[in-house]
């Protein structure tokens, strides 16, 4: 497949992290009365962005750059978005049973991160008929 547009790859990143913090914050308000539960998150908000400046030239870059004195060397391979992070969302004053899960914290985490995945989902469709009509629009001239 031919990629047309840089941003649909980091586009897709963002959904499926989403759809997975979705799955671990229903997790968290499935075990509010599990004895010892901590509520799980993921955080790739800072992966993503970090990505899409390096990507896009946003920002100047803090790494060097490899030199090819030779036009025999390899190519350093393009690298893709990492993986989110998982980790423990504590700071929350655990229960009498040890259970740190605060249900109006998750149940307003789950609204946000509902929110951001359908404008994401928007976005995607949007880029994606953008493309569409500029193929349509070609075929037509010729």
Do not use: C, W
Request: a neutral charge; charged letters at 25%.
């Amino acid at each position: 497949m031919i990629e047309i547009n840089r941003s649909n790859k980091y586009i897709e990143a963002a959904l499926n992290a989403r759809a997975t913090r979705q799955d671990l914050i229903s997790s968290n308000i499935a075990n509010v009365d599990t004895p010892f539960y901590r509520p799980k998150d993921i955080h790739f908000e800072g992966m993503l962005t970090d990505r899409a400046h390096s990507e896009f030239n946003l920002h100047l870059q803090k790494k060097l750059a490899l030199a090819q004195t030779n036009s025999a060397h390899l190519q350093p391979k393009p690298t893709t978005p990492e993986k989110p992070v998982l980790f423990y969302r504590d700071g929350h004053m655990a229960r009498n049973d040890g259970n740190a899960v605060d249900i109006d914290i998750e149940t307003s985490e789950l609204s946000k991160n509902g929110v951001m995945y359908n404008a994401l989902a928007s976005a995607y469709q949007k880029n994606r008929a953008i493309f569409a009509a500029a193929l349509e629009a070609s075929k037509n001239l010729s």
